[in-house]
């Protein structure tokens, strides 16, 4: 395989991780997933040929999913979804993503498709209005 399989790799393994990483803490799953997704694209570019291609990929795949489901983690637990069950349910799903990442491009689209999934998720909730909490007082 060439160096842009291992790149997409590297790329989807930072976004399972950045999946990861929200799913126990939303709030620093961005700086979280850049920093666990850089040694995930260290640790792939000591075992194959991809260089700084590789931490990078996997960085920015770590940061872009962080960003992407730490929206979804937030709203699950808003609407009243428990931190544990939540936790497991995207653990699940990270695991899930790292192995489609072995997937070739799968991995590049994974880093993509994760922030526009949760983009489109925020643009679809309904607006709140301070009127309305007023009145539950």
Known sequence: MGAWYWIGVS????????????????????VAGVLVGAGVGYAVDAWQPGSWGDVVGAALGGLLAGLGAAVIVRGAL????????????????ALVAAGLAFVPVVGYLEAVA?????????RRQPERYAGLRTLAK
Do not use: C
């Open 11 to 30: 790329a989807g393994l930072g976004a399972a991780v950045g999946v990861l990483v929200a799913g126990f803490a939303a709030r620093a799953a961005a």
């Open 78 to 93: 808003r609407r009243g979804g428990t931190r544990g069950g939540t936790a497991v349910l995207v653990a699940g799903a």
């Open 114 to 122: 994760l922030p526009a999934f949760a983009a489109r998720l925020r």
